[in-house]
């Protein structure tokens, strides 16, 4: 079951059209695919996209970083342009990075998929869940996972991420796509204990650090027909835990673009998480959780995938006498 309010039904009387079109890919290009990518050691990544044979190519030449001025419109397209065959090979398999750098914003969407709320046993929300996840959780997507002190319930969470590229303030539904920049792999990780034991917001649940592997790459929005017909897989030690399509969710994409851009204006490389799937942890009978030594896949059909080994976080030296004044 799909709910698909229209926005008077939240108070609006019209939505507000944008005043200029951002660019699209309506032009002759190059390349067969767009998939850009940030490579090397954590903190030293560079820019790079994928090949058509599953290569690393190097973009360094060409842009500084994936971040919020290459997601802009027009240099996406100046980007299609390119040869990528002409571009160098990096050689091996080099660490993959976030796909972007520098996320403004990370927003996410609770219970946006009608058979994930079902396995949760909260109502269809009537309109979309809303909170934000600390950018300092944002990993690359085959780096460790940590399971945090004192956490119990670590749970997977595998979505749709949307990465903006053109800045969105008071959007209609139907433009809202052309404020997409592109796809990519979200895995929206939870401390269940810490988001629901405790009082207050979900944000503390979600936002320890590695808790927002985001990549391998970002796929531009021209390669995604449709973004409401994508399988979504996740794995636990091989065993097949989510299996969803992103057409049950019960707020598109588009919508989501529209509605979060009237409550702040959404600015390239921030990143939506659009929702989950059933087939959590805690949905299961009885409930699994993540544990040391565990392996997890997540799969997005066209967007790769991601590979995780689940470690366990050991305490940290305190830093209460770390600053002087």
């Not at 951002?22 to 767009?34: C, E, I, S, V, Y």
């Not at 988001?195 to 979600?206: L, P, R, V």
């Not at 985001?214 to 897989?233: A, N």
Request: charged content about 20%.
């Amino acid at each position: 079951m799909r709910l698909h309010k229209p926005f008077y039904a939240f108070g609006w009387s019209q939505p507000f059209e944008r005043r200029t079109k951002p660019g699209t890919f309506d032009h002759p290009r190059a390349n067969d695919l767009m998939k850009l990518l940030r490579y090397g050691a954590s903190g030293s990544e560079r820019p790079g996209i994928l090949d058509n044979d599953q290569q690393v190519r190097d973009l360094s030449a060409h842009v500084d970083d994936v971040g919020s001025k290459t997601l802009l419109p027009d240099e996406l397209i100046r980007l299609s342009t390119l040869d990528v065959k002409d571009l160098p090979l990096v050689p091996g398999r080099p660490r993959l990075g976030p796909c972007v750098s520098t996320v403004g914003k990370f927003i996410c969407i609770g219970l946006n998929y009608s058979d994930h709320a079902a396995e949760a046993g909260m109502v269809i929300p009537p309109e979309p869940i809303v909170f934000m996840k600390a950018t300092s959780a944002i990993i690359g997507p085959n780096d460790d996972i940590e399971i945090p002190l004192g956490g119990k319930k670590s749970d997977w969470e595998a979505e749709l991420g949307v990465i903006i590229g053109a800045p969105a303030k008071y959007v209609s539904e139907e433009n809202a796509l052309h404020h997409v920049a592109g796809y990519c792999i979200v895995n929206d990780l939870s401390e269940r204990v810490f988001q629901f034991d405790h009082q207050g917001q979900w944000t503390k649940g979600k936002s320890h650090d590695t808790f927002g592997p985001i990549g391998p790459w970002f796929v531009t929005r021209d390669e995604v027909p449709d973004p409401q017909k994508l399988s979504v897989k996740l794995d636990v030690n091989g065993h097949r835990y989510q299996d969803g399509s992103t057409s049950t969710m019960v707020y598109t994409v588009k919508f989501l673009v529209a509605y979060l851009s009237r409550f702040m204006t959404l600015h390239p490389g921030d990143v939506i998480a659009t929702g989950t799937p059933p087939g959590v942890g805690m949905g299961q009978k009885p409930p699994v959780f993540l544990k040391a030594g565990d392996r997890v896949k997540t799969v997005i059909s066209g967007l790769g995938e991601q590979h995780q080994l689940v470690i366990a976080q050991h305490a940290p030296r305190s830093q209460d006498n770390e600053l002087s004044l």
